[in-house]
């Protein structure tokens, strides 16, 4: 059975740090781009960041660049987000998604910019 579970959201200030974390089963996680969205309420789901499956290459979106960072970890099949510098805006339920032959996603994680 696939899975992505989403950790490591929560509520912090403006200016702080948080590290998101997707643990995969069930697929061969090596084989897969992966990918951090986020949906911020009453929008649509935006692309965040991307790696490619041995972690090559990424890819940010130009509001996140120099402040998160996408990693992985294929021997423990887990995919990071490092985001520090939050902003309000920042605010949104965060997933993460694998790409190959197949498309997965995780459930989400909150994450709550706010003083």
């Known amino acids: 059975q696939v899975q992505l579970v989403e950790s490591g959201g929560g509520l912090v200030q403006p200016g702080g740090s948080l590290r998101l974390s997707c643990a995969a089963s069930g697929f061969t996680f090596s084989s897969y781009a992966m990918s951090w969205y986020r949906q911020a309420p009453g929008k649509g789901r935006e692309l965040v960041a991307t790696?490619?499956?041995?972690?090559?290459?990424?890819n940010y979106a130009d509001s996140v660049k120099g402040r998160f960072t996408i990693s992985r970890d294929n021997a423990k099949s887990t995919v990071y987000l490092q985001m520090s510098s939050l902003k309000p805006e920042d605010t949104a339920v965060y997933y993460c998604?694998?790409?190959?032959?197949?498309?997965?996603w995780g459930q989400g994680t909150q994450v709550t910019v706010s003083s």
């Open positions: 998604k694998a790409t190959a032959w197949y498309q997965y």
């Open positions: 790696i490619t499956n041995i972690g090559s290459s990424t």
